[in-house]
């Protein structure tokens, strides 16, 4: 939030603006209106956002081995600045009330609110709130300024609270507001309809049928997991040359010689069949290198979602403890209330994600 007493006099002249103009539906105009801010505020920060269909995809040319490497693709997906901060508009959107019955969408890009015409970036909004960290911040700070208000109690809290703020020490509240900014493309991954990862190269490292409930026991699935990678790393590297030694050694002891002596008097025939399962073991190891790597890459990208989504929950919940320590900041915006609220619903959400338990094999 800036610190400049002069936003105050800019808000109350926003507010102004054609204040003579009655909107008939309010409730249907809300809604439009929401939505028109936000496709403005991210076709001028971003661009026009373009739609192209996925190509259509020709695997009769692959090889061999990009056949394999595309059945381990491990598929991670992360979300573009554009999409966090949309998600950031549909959450602020959906679970707080903006209605205003003195300003219009024409009346919001022609005195270029959201949007700057032809300078598109130049828009008011981010001329003024130009160091506004958070994705949910920013859609707050549009929704509001494109929803003024006449109301004289509310200006005056809005103008007290902005002499509060630039008097208060805001160091811990820039950096719970930093911590948010730092995680939020990771954490809002599930407010999206992405896949964050390839998740049916994700089920082998779970329990199956009666043994689901050991899906959600960390040191049940740690201790069948490495030890299954131990065996992988066994049988991909040792299996056939420990095979193919025992086979030799047998029929050597069995001569009485070695099993040098025992193949250097094989026929070049039995050399090559004895030969070709050493060199197919190569490609055995080098399948279950690729399929270990795969799966820590996995591992690790939903390691570092759930991370972030912790941090931005607990950032959340610090800032709101720092607001309810000034009781009179929290009279003068009743909306920093919700900042509680955003944390409880960001992890409420997370919990009610089908596409998250599948993920971590409940399901």
Not at 1 to 14: D, E, G, N, R, V
Not at 57 to 63: E, F, G, K, R
Request: hydrophobic letters at 40%; aromatic letters at 8%; glycine letters at 4%.
């Amino acid at each position: 939030m800036s610190k400049h007493p002069l936003i105050t006099y800019i808000f109350a002249a926003a507010c102004l603006i054609n204040s003579s103009y009655t909107l008939t539906d309010v409730a249907a105009q809300a809604a439009s209106t929401t939505d028109y801010i936000s496709s403005q505020y991210l076709n001028a920060t971003f661009g026009e956002e373009k739609v192209t269909p996925p190509a259509p995809v020709d695997d009769s040319n692959l090889t061999f081995m990009e056949r394999f490497n595309k059945l381990l693709d491990p598929k991670k997906e992360g979300l573009s600045p554009r999409e966090v901060q949309k998600i950031g508009f549909d959450i602020v959107a959906s679970n707080q009330k903006f209605e205003s019955t003195i300003i219009d969408n024409s009346c919001i890009d022609k005195v270029k609110l959201v949007g700057g015409g032809e300078n598109s970036q130049q828009h008011l909004l981010g001329t003024i709130f130009n160091d506004i960290k958070t994705a949910t911040g920013k859609a707050h700070a549009a929704f509001t300024f494109c929803h003024p208000t006449t109301d004289v109690t509310t200006l005056r809290n809005r103008q007290q609270a902005i002499a509060l703020l630039s008097a208060t020490d805001t160091t811990k509240i820039d950096t719970a507001l930093t911590k948010i900014k730092s995680v939020e493309e990771k954490s809002y991954i599930f407010w999206s309809s992405k896949n964050p990862v390839n998740a049916e190269l994700l089920k082998p490292l779970y329990f199956n049928s009666f043994l689901t409930s050991c899906n959600t026991n960390t040191v049940a699935l740690e201790s069948s997991n490495r030890l299954l990678q131990t065996f992988q790393l066994a049988f991909g590297a040792l299996y056939v040359p420990a095979v193919t030694y025992m086979e030799l050694y047998i029929i050597a002891s069995m001569n009485n010689m070695s099993c040098k002596q025992l193949f250097t008097l094989m026929p070049a025939l039995q050399k090559s069949i004895l030969i070709l399962p050493i060199a197919l073991q190569g490609l055995m190891a080098y399948a279950t290198f690729r399929g270990l790597q795969t799966t820590g890459e996995i591992s690790n990208h939903l390691q570092d979602i759930l991370i972030a989504t912790t941090s931005h929950i607990n950032a959340l919940k610090t800032l709101s403890s720092h607001v309810k320590n000034n009781p009179k900041l929290l009279q003068q915006l009743p909306s920093l209330n919700s900042i509680n609220f955003l944390a409880c619903l960001t992890q409420t959400h997370l919990l009610a994600n089908r596409r998250f338990y599948l993920l971590l094999g409940v399901y």
